[in-house]
């Protein structure tokens, strides 16, 4: 079936450094991929998504390159910030094109200034 | 404009005893999504909603948990004979189609707790 995996966490990274979160999915057809963000206190919502091979999504300083070869959305950031801190959740939407989506286990990620 | 919402924000109640959930989509969306986030499982599908079409209930876990949509907008969330396995955060989410790139939008999510 569909799945997705994501490194576990939690990530602490002292401010300005390098971020990568590694993302893989395993489907049948070609999904749509994306990055959901959930700050402390929020609702989850879209950091950036990819929806055919070779697409890269990015959104506020993130990025991810769909990678069908590899079945990989890795998410990266060349510097991340304090407000960064959040729960990060890959997902891929069901190729039988209803849109629902499945998700990773989340990523938290905690970054000290 | 306004964003999915979803009440109430927090729910206990005791073994055994029915909850419903409420969801409000954004105006105009067709898609609407039930997911369910907990320690144990992650986030997982529950129930789709698109138009007028037969919802896909594939994810629900079991005969006790039910949906319905009213009039292509706000949907409820049924749980009966709650067990303590059903606490959870259960979230709404809608998009303007139910096609596989169509960003979600997510409601803040209601916390039950089966006591």
């Known amino acids: 079936g569909n799945s997705v995996t994501q490194m576990e966490g939690p990530v602490t990274l002292s401010e300005e450094a390098f971020l990568t979160i590694n993302c893989t999915y395993t489907a049948t057809g070609y999904p749509s991929l994306f990055w959901y963000v959930q700050y402390p206190g929020e609702g989850l919502q879209l950091l950036l998504k990819a929806t055919k091979a070779d697409d890269k999504g990015s959104n506020k300083g993130f990025e991810a390159t769909y990678r069908k070869e590899t079945t990989s959305f890795h998410l990266e950031k060349g510097s991340v910030q304090v407000s960064d801190s959040a729960v990060y959740f890959c997902?891929?939407?069901?190729?039988?094109?209803?849109?629902?989506?499945?998700f990773g286990q989340g990523t938290t990620l905690q970054v000290k200034p | 404009g306004a964003g999915v919402s979803q009440s109430p924000s927090n729910k206990v109640t005791e073994k055994g005893k029915d909850v419903e959930l409420r969801c409000d989509p954004i105006?105009?969306?067709?898609?609407l999504y039930w997911y369910r986030q907990s320690l144990g499982q992650g986030l997982e599908f529950l129930i789709y909603f698109q138009g007028n079409s037969a919802p896909d209930k594939s994810g629900l876990p079991s005969d006790r948990f039910s949906a319905e949509r009213t009039g292509g907008s706000v949907s409820t969330l049924t749980i009966q004979r709650t067990q303590q396995e059903d606490s959870a955060v259960y979230l709404c989410a809608s998009s303007l189609a139910g096609l596989a790139h169509n960003e979600q939008f997510f409601g803040p999510g209601t916390r039950l707790t089966v006591l």
């Open positions: 997902a891929l939407s069901d190729p039988s094109n209803t849109g629902k989506l499945i």
């Open positions: 105006s105009g969306h067709t898609a």
